[in-house]
Nanobody, 119 residues
Framework: VQLQASGGGLVQAGGSLSLSCVMS???????????MGWYRQASGQQRELVAS???????YYADSMKGRITISRDSAKKTVYLLMSSLKPEDTAIYYC???????????WGQGTLVTVSS
């Protein structure tokens, strides 16, 4: 399994970014069964789950970003998206996508995509 996240960059506080992540190494049928999530890891911090989307498209958002992000998926494309707005400097982190269920494999994280929010 490989996960390729993209869309990060440098943005001013209050700005928006759109992230996407493509999973390879699984069929679309298998991907459809996964709960997928976006995680982030700030420098010196532990990785945290910020959003997830179930096969039936129900969603979860961490309180830290609720109201400012929208997660979605296109199972036919094996792709997960994260729309982010009203970004804050404390949102600066590397953002990764991965499975939530099943639990992510240790070696499946990929490089993520860096989001930097300037004040």
């Amino acid at each position: 399994v490989q996960l390729q996240a993209s869309g990060g960059g440098l943005v001013q506080a209050g700005g928006s970014l759109s992230l996407s992540c493509v999973m390879s190494g699984v069929t679309a049928t298998t991907f459809t069964t996964y709960v997928m999530g976006w995680y982030r890891q700030a420098s010196g911090q532990q990785r945290e789950l910020v959003a997830s989307v179930r096969p039936a498209h129900s969603t979860y958002y961490a309180d830290s970003m609720k109201g400012r992000i929208t997660i979605s998926r296109d199972s036919a494309k094996k792709t997960v998206y994260l729309l982010m707005s009203s970004l804050k400097p404390e949102d600066t982190a590397i953002y990764y996508c991965n499975t939530v269920t099943p639990l992510p494999a240790t070696d499946s994280w990929g490089q993520g995509t860096l989001v930097t929010v300037s004040s």
